[in-house]
């Protein structure tokens, strides 16, 4: 059974920071694959940010320069730094995981973590 734990979303003013972390389950592995998505009300998921296997990063355009995602310590573990924060900001922020060694791949979902920017 994969599990993901998000964790560091919250409210932050304007031009704040916050860090969130995705945990995944030692099941999870290989994988392939972390995004970072976000959701706004009414509106599709979108891309944040993602980091692959072989450390490939690709970012949201809007929020390239701002956001930085990486490794964290814990095996497993994907961050997110968001800095400069933007009441546009505001969202749901899931964790995606990829996993496997090739296609065909199996994802997983995180529970979904509020962001909240104030202006």
């Known amino acids: 059974q994969v599990r993901l734990r998000e964790s560091g979303g919250g409210l932050v003013h304007s031009g704040g920071s916050l860090r969130l972390s995705c945990e995944a389950s030692?099941?999870?592995?290989?994988?392939?694959?972390t995004t970072w998505y976000r959701q706004f009300p009414g509106h599709q998921r979108e891309l944040v940010a993602s980091?692959?296997?072989?450390?490939?990063?690709n970012y949201g355009d809007s929020v390239r320069g701002r956001f930085t995602i990486g490794r964290g310590d814990a095996e497993n573990t994907v961050y997110l730094e968001m800095n400069s924060l933007k009441p546009e900001d505001t969202a749901v922020y899931y964790c995606n995981v990829r996993t496997g060694w090739t296609a065909p791949y199996t994802e997983y979902w995180g529970q979904g973590t509020q962001v909240t920017v104030s202006s």
């Open positions: 030692e099941s999870a592995s290989p994988i392939d694959m």
């Open positions: 980091i692959t296997r072989r450390g490939t990063l």
